[in-house]
């Protein structure tokens, strides 16, 4: 006599097919990166006392520019794109830094506020440069 029922699920043996567990820690990482400098950005503006508040906002203060750079020059290599990404991001913060400091106005969060301006606004140039690269979607009835 045979019994009928459901099989047992094979066991989890840790192993991913399709895509490798590098690929599943990049949104992650990315997440992360965004959280730690939004938080260094917000301890900056609003002026809280607290131990992480220098190493994230100088993790802000080279990642948002980078990262802003980085989006606008995708068709480099990887490596050629981190380069120009982390000379970017220093020419902007010393852009700013000068500036600032040329025109007397020189304060912390000022500085803060100036570099998420300039990485918003060179963000802001790629998205609509690329959009305005797409052809026109016709529709058709």
Do not use: E
């Not at 590098?22 to 992360?32: E, K």
Request: proline share 6%.
């Amino acid at each position: 006599m045979q019994t009928i029922g459901n099989k047992a699920p094979p066991a989890d043996t840790g192993q991913r097919t399709g895509r490798g567990a590098r690929h599943d820690l990049v949104p992650l990482l990315a997440g992360a990166a965004v959280a730690v400098g939004g938080i260094g950005a917000m301890l900056a503006l609003v002026g809280l006392d607290s131990p992480l508040r220098g190493p994230f906002t100088l993790f802000f203060l080279l990642a948002a520019p980078g990262a802003a750079i980085g989006a606008a020059l995708r068709a480099l290599t990887p490596w050629g794109r981190a380069v120009v990404s982390v000379s970017g991001s220093l020419a902007v913060n010393l852009l700013v830094a000068q500036c600032m400091l040329a025109l007397h106005v020189w304060s912390v969060r000022g500085g803060v506020a100036a570099v998420a301006a300039l990485s918003s606004l060179i963000l802001l140039l790629t998205v609509v440069r690329r959009l305005r690269g797409r052809p026109a979607r016709r529709w058709t009835t």
